[in-house]
């Protein structure tokens, strides 16, 4: 089973700056990687596919990096709604596996 | 628009059995992979099952391998989890989620709502 590691497990940062989730593999994923959003009572929603390609309507501050082991989610200026928790998820290799995720809070 | 609604949840004993469905719209049902993914109280995300477009591929993760089935109706734009011998550690909110493709392309482009178990004595 490939293991999905994300950090850091809750990331303070003050509206309009820049937040920056990490997400490792325990092997390598290529580019078979996506990123999802939730917040409190709600179902998730895909941000990202193919590690960088953002899904339909997530707004441009939302982008995607990384091949292989490390991965990075980057929200270049937070918003009042970004505040929320994030799941990576591979989808290589069966069991499909997410990381634990990042809870981003208001500073 | 995307519409999917899952049903079935509720309160179960150890041991018992649930039937979990999710009914899909907007979307052209057959075309599309399907998935179930739950998440136990105030804990992370965690795939269960996925099904192909046509029924002919599925998959399980070990924690509830041997226990359960995941099915679909193509005609009545269903989905559908069974699950039996029900443990404590099956309680979570249940999610069914749609897939980028009939099947390879194992991201959830859409999500339900969710559906709760709670299996306690």
């Known amino acids: 089973e490939i293991v999905m590691t994300q950090s850091p497990a809750t990331l303070s940062v003050s509206p309009g700056e820049r937040a920056t989730l990490s997400c490792r593999a325990s092997q390598s994923v290529s580019s078979t990687l996506a990123w999802y959003q939730q917040k409190p009572g709600q179902a998730p929603r895909l941000l990202i596919y193919g590690a960088s390609t953002r899904a339909t309507g997530i707004p441009a501050r939302f982008s995607g990096s990384g091949s292989g082991t490390e991965f990075t989610l980057t929200i270049s200026s937070l918003q009042s709604e970004d505040f929320a928790v994030y799941y990576c998820q591979q989808y290589t290799d069966w069991p499909l596996t997410f990381g634990g995720g990042t809870k981003v809070e208001i500073k | 628009e995307v519409q999917l609604l899952e049903s079935g949840g509720g309160f179960v004993q150890p041991g018992g059995s649930l039937r979990l469905s999710c009914a899909a719209s907007?979307?052209?049902?057959?075309?599309?992979?399907m998935t179930w993914v739950r998440q136990a109280p105030g804990k992370g995300l965690e795939w269960v099952s996925s099904i192909s477009g046509n029924g002919g591929y599925k998959y399980y993760a070990d924690s509830v391998k041997g226990r359960s089935a995941i099915s679909r109706d193509n005609s009545m734009n269903t989905l559908s989890l069974q699950i039996n011998s029900l443990r404590t550690e099956d309680t979570a909110v249940y999610y069914c989620?749609?897939?980028?493709?009939?099947?390879?392309?194992?991201?959830?482009?859409?999500w339900g709502q969710g559906t709760l178990v709670t299996v306690s004595s």
């Open positions: 989620a749609k897939e980028k493709s009939t099947w390879g392309d194992n991201w959830f482009e859409a």
């Open positions: 907007g979307f052209t049902f057959s075309s599309f992979a």
